[in-house]
Nanobody, 123 residues
Framework: QVQLVESGGGLVQAGGSLRLSCAAS????????MGWFRQAPGKEREFVAA????????FYTDSVKGRFTISRDNAKNTMYLQMNSLKPEDTAIYYC????????????????WGQGTQVTVSS
């Protein structure tokens, strides 16, 4: 069992930055591929970014490429999402997820989920 807790969300103006954190406890964090997903009001959950267990491989959805950076510190059992040049369309609840398989972009590949943190970008 892995417990995930997100933090770092908040209200920011367009063009601003936020850094989300996902703290993990339970089973060995470094064995899991990790991902960030988001869900905006009235929309389905969508993939944002993913990182392999060792951090060597990353993947991003097209809309955040060049603006968001996913990273992890296995010594601290923590994953991060640095979000720069934020846009109003980035407004959503952001969820982190852990999966025992390889890096993945679909939610069904992940076994554990956090409760989410709200990100609101004002225009």
């Amino acid at each position: 069992q892995v417990q995930l807790v997100e933090s770092g969300g908040g209200l920011v103006q367009a063009g601003g930055s936020l850094r989300l954190s996902c703290a993990a406890s339970g089973h060995t964090f470094s064995r899991y591929a990790m991902g960030w997903f988001r869900q905006a009001p009235g929309k389905e959950r969508e993939f944002v970014a993913a990182i392999s267990w060792g951090g060597r491989n990353t993947f991003y959805t097209d809309s955040v490429k060049g603006r968001f950076t996913i990273s992890r510190d296995n010594a601290k059992n923590t994953m991060y999402l640095q979000m720069n040049s934020l846009k109003p369309e980035d407004t959503a609840i952001y969820y982190c997820a852990a999966g025992a398989g390889t890096i993945a972009t679909v939610g069904v590949a992940y076994d554990y989920w956090g409760q989410g943190t709200q990100v609101t970008v004002s225009s």
